[in-house]
């Protein structure tokens, strides 16, 4: 398999608390891979593990099919990056922090400043020192810098953090045509889970430093099952009438007013119907499908964390 | 090398730089014309004269030295920028060398002017107000001019002291107060000897230890970015 990055077993203990513990991630060539986990899982930890920014104390990288070592530098050259939070020169105006950029990485296509600034939605403020953006700008920036010299491997820790939501619909198209266009590689980490549901083809769900699981979209698809969901206003009738008139036993009493019923062989209809004659109120009633969200929740609830 | 210093220098502007070293030279000059015009004291020669003017840029000189180091350096670390300065594909010992010999650079240069400016404020407190014991003589500079030297290299080498000790905790406050540490043990140094300037073993010998401890910061202490 070709893959842009591996991880075997990689390790990083801070003060006795391991913050990435035997993670062994698998990205492929030209994938978008969604890197998601709660707050202090251990994602930018990671990805600066990746960046060579900080030393793993077990395990090994390998970019490029080429392994990290703490002196190897000339990798980053293929690499666009965003780590923690947008950080510029705030003296220098946007177009000075990325020719800037271009002259460390060695790019010497300057007119790609101009285009990722256009990609980003901020040519008219170009000239104006960064100090005047606001985090959102600055968010933008840190793309614009990170897709500057056309990288083969974008490593994008949260970037669609403060961006209002036409931003982020925009960025999600930008990455996409990186993606297609290019070829490049994306390694992105959000917490927004309905963002990386739209743009990855694979993701990998990290808690406590620990990779839960590493999963393609199309497989999560498949455990996306489709239930109905009732709001009504007895719900201990409700699932009498499910079970003894309607033979359906797979259900589940979420709350005081809603039932989720996983059993299918029964459509909306002929449910709202038996409802109806038992003079049960209905406040709604439909189809559901689990989102990526719920499986997320489902494998870093305490359940799944204690199974591993 | 120096493509990676000019880089520097566009990303921190000479402007304030120079207007900063300006006002140290003529802080400093002011210092000295009002040490030299003090009447309670014996007339200096044109020997203790200089000495003045060593103390003097003593403590600005390695002061500046670590204010530019917790500027260009430390800050770096604690504002985070050196994330991305470090996610470029060069080695990083390079780029802080480069930061490291641009700020030596700067301040020699200033040093340099300032020792110019300082002597030629010294021969003219003579020439026209007569406040210097003895005549001025060309063999004067066979004194002064190695005497500057021996300090320029000496208070370069406490500045790049600053950048050790400040990188210790990538703290701003410890480089500084580093810095007043490094002038006093120089001052102590001269007064127990009895000198009017650095000798050679103390040059030779501060050389020595900053750059052992330079090269040990390079190579253990700015790859910490956590």
Redesign the interface.
């Known amino acids: 398999m070709n893959y842009t990055i591996e991880t075997h077993h990689l390790k990083k203990v801070y003060k006795d608390k391991a913050a990435v513990d035997d993670v062994s991630i698998h990205v492929k060539k030209g994938e978008i891979y969604g890197f998601v986990g709660p707050n202090g899982a251990g994602k930018s930890t990671l990805m600066k593990m990746l960046l060579n920014l900080v030393e793993p104390d077990l395990g090994e990288i390998i970019l490029f099919g080429n392994k990290v070592t703490p002196n190897n530098f000339e990798t980053l050259k293929k690499i666009g990056s965003i780590i923690e939070n947008p950080y510029f020169y705030e003296k220098l105006t946007a177009r000075q922090n990325l020719d800037l950029h271009c002259e460390y990485m060695g790019y010497h296509n300057k007119n790609q400043i101009g285009e990722a600034l256009h990609y980003v939605g901020l040519v008219k403020d170009a000239d104006k020192k960064v100090s005047q953006y606001s985090l959102g700008m600055k968010q933008r920036l840190a793309i614009a810098r990170a897709i500057l010299t056309t990288p083969n491997l974008l490593i994008l820790d949260e970037p669609i953090n403060a961006l209002d939501p036409e931003g982020i619909r925009e960025m999600r198209e930008l990455f996409r045509r990186q993606s297609t266009d290019y070829g490049t590689t994306i390694f992105i980490s959000s917490h927004i889970l309905s963002e990386v549901e739209q743009i990855a083809d694979t993701i990998g769900i990290i808690q406590n430093g620990k990779l839960l699981r590493e999963i393609s979209m199309s497989d999560i698809h498949k455990y996306q099952t489709d239930y109905i969901e009732a709001k009504v206003d007895n719900t201990e009738l409700a699932g009498y009438v499910l079970e003894q008139e309607l033979e359906i036993h797979d259900f589940k009493i979420v709350s005081d007013n809603r039932i989720e019923i996983y059993d299918l062989r029964r459509s909306v209809k002929e449910i709202s119907a038996a409802f109806i004659f038992n003079n049960i109120g209905i406040d709604g009633i439909g189809r559901r499908q689990n989102s990526l969200e719920e499986y997320f929740f489902q494998m870093t609830g305490a359940k799944a964390v204690d199974s591993l | 090398m120096m ?1 990676l210093m000019k ?1 520097e220098l ?2 921190v ?1 000479l402007k304030k730089y120079i207007m900063i070293s300006v006002a140290g030279i003529l802080i400093s000059m002011y210092f000295l014309l009002v040490g030299l015009n003090d009447s309670s004291t014996v007339r200096d020669s044109y020997e203790t004269a200089f000495t003045m003017v060593g103390m003097i840029f003593c403590f600005y000189y390695v002061t500046l030295f670590s204010v530019l180091v917790s500027s260009y350096i430390v800050n770096e670390y604690n ?3 050196i ?10 010992k390079k780029l802080m060398a480069a930061k490291l010999l641009l700020i030596t650079l700067l301040v020699m240069v200033s040093m340099m002017i300032g020792y110019i400016c300082c002597g030629l404020l010294i021969i003219m407190a003579d020439q026209y107000f007569g406040l210097i014991k003895g005549e001025f003589e060309t063999s004067v500079l066979h004194y002064w001019i190695p005497t500057a030297l021996k300090a320029i290299i000496t208070f370069c080498a406490l500045g790049m002291g600053t950048f050790v000790a400040g990188m210790i905790k990538k703290s701003v406050p410890m480089t500084i107060v580093s810095a007043m540490l490094f002038c006093y043990i120089r001052q102590f140094y001269i007064a127990g000897r009895n000198l009017h300037g650095e000798d050679w073993l103390f040059v030779i010998g501060v050389v020595a230890v900053t750059m052992a401890g330079v090269y040990y910061t390079l190579i253990h202490k700015i ?1 910490q ?2």
């Open positions: 493509h880089l566009r990303k502007g504002h985070k920028t994330l991305i300065m470090f996610s470029y594909p060069i080695d990083r790859g970015v956590d």
